[in-house]
């Protein structure tokens, strides 16, 4: 997941959501499941992961795969508004996905070591960038992730953004 849009034609998966990973969406799917493959543009990814923020009963047999679809929005998406979107929608469905969420972006940015000079680097950096994001959504993963990595100067960083 990266806080800076992509540009055209950057690495990484060309699809999200159920669709195109093996598995192809069941009549249980909520259709707002199928328009998070990129297939479709960034305003109905963005609606479609808004769409599945809103859990009801009748979702509740596809949850998990809900789940797996925002997971992979959030992470991969080349929109910042399509991934800020996934990221409040998982909010909705348990915040402990933003700790998960958390530690998946942890892991990519290889945690929150100090570099040696006293500043810190990989997730501690992003996280902290993200505190001051425009968008409430990477704030709140911010705050969410800086909990995750334990960095020792989380606590001012806090403090200073909200």
Do not use: C, N, Q
Not at 21 to 42: C, E, H, K, S, Y
Not at 92 to 111: E, S
């Amino acid at each position: 997941m990266d806080d800076r849009p992509r540009p055209d034609g950057a690495d990484g998966s060309a699809e999200s959501g159920g669709t195109g990973r093996g598995g192809r969406p069941t009549d249980d799917d909520p259709p707002a499941l199928a328009r998070l493959d990129r297939r479709f543009d960034a305003s109905t990814r963005r609606e479609a992961a808004e769409a599945l923020g809103s859990p009801s009963s009748s979702m509740s047999a596809a949850a998990s795969r809900i789940v797996d679809g925002l997971f992979e929005a959030a992470l991969d998406d080349p929109d910042e508004t399509v991934r800020a979107a996934a990221i409040e929608s998982l909010y909705f469905h348990g915040d402990d996905h933003l700790d998960r969420l958390g530690r998946r972006v942890a892991d990519r940015r290889g945690g929150g070591a100090e570099d040696g000079s006293g500043k810190t680097s990989g997730a501690a950096e992003t996280f902290s960038r993200w505190l001051r994001h425009d968008r409430a959504a990477y704030r709140m993963l911010g705050a969410t992730g800086l909990s995750t990595v334990g960095d020792e100067g989380a606590a001012p960083r806090l403090r200073e953004a909200f």
